[in-house]
């Protein structure tokens, strides 16, 4: 069963704070393992991308890939204003090249604001 | 930056009515994807398209959806007979060869149906 689990939220932090988002899922097939951002009224935007397990550090975010206990998590440090919108983790299957056509199957989303 | 857009951005429709959601994909993208988000919930995926023919679609695409790339640079999705529980957004999204590239979305169509 394709089924990746969020908490939806909504998570208020003020600014500075260092957020921690989560996710769990239970097919083992997944490989691939990305964060979205989603503005209101917008579509998602890829942040992060994490093939198998380990982590990747990029600017202010660092995804984290547990595939023992099917974990995944994103932490923003140094959060801003800026930074809230929805927060979607997303997984497919596959191997490491010619995985275009792979369907992402996406988290409900975690709602993050950050307060001024 | 190059991005994908969606036409129209709000549409309205009868219910039963035939409606078609348009896509501008990036242009020297090769894979090309509806997925769709009712309100409150997950972004779903619907279908994937390359070199002209689906090439995988979920249990939500039935006979009433249909894709077609009916020239060089657009995407569209038809829908045929349009039921309430079509209102959704719809998201065209598309990405090159490889998938660490991740997914393009557009900014979406939002579909009512009354």
């Known amino acids: 069963q394709k089924e990746v689990e969020q908490d939806p939220g909504p998570l208020s932090v003020p600014e500075g704070a260092i957020v921690s988002l989560n996710c769990t899922y239970s097919?083992?097939?997944?490989?691939?393992f990305m964060w979205y951002r989603q503005y209101s009224r917008k579509g998602p935007e890829l942040l992060m991308y994490?093939?198998?397990?380990g982590n990747k550090e990029d600017g202010r975010f660092t995804a984290q890939v547990d595939k023992s206990s099917k974990y995944i998590s994103l932490f923003i440090r140094d959060s801003q204003p800026s930074d809230s919108a929805t927060y979607l983790c997303?997984?497919?299957?596959?191997?490491?090249?010619?995985?275009?056509?792979?369907?992402?199957?996406f988290g409900k989303g975690t709602k993050l604001s950050v307060i001024p | 930056e190059p991005e994908v857009t969606q036409t129209p951005s709000h549409q309205v429709t009868q219910m039963g009515q035939e409606v078609i959601l348009r896509c501008v994909p990036i242009?020297?993208?090769?894979?090309f994807y509806w997925y769709r988000q009712i309100l409150g919930q997950k972004v779903e995926f619907l279908v994937s398209?390359?070199?002209?023919?689906?090439?995988?679609k979920s249990e939500i695409f039935d006979d009433q959806f249909s894709v077609e790339r009916p020239d060089g640079s657009n995407f569209t999705l038809k829908i045929r007979s349009t039921k309430l529980e079509d209102s959704a957004m719809y998201f065209c999204?598309?990405?090159?060869?490889?998938?660490?590239?991740?997914?393009?979305f557009g900014s979406g169509t939002r579909l009512t149906v009354v």
């Open positions: 242009s020297n993208h090769l894979y």
């Open positions: 398209f390359y070199n002209n023919e689906i090439s995988e």
């Open positions: 994490t093939y198998s397990s």
């Open positions: 097919n083992s097939a997944f490989q691939y």
């Open positions: 997303a997984n497919a299957p596959g191997g490491e090249s010619g995985a275009g056509s792979y369907q992402l199957t």
């Open positions: 999204a598309s990405s090159s060869f490889s998938l660490r590239d991740g997914r393009s």
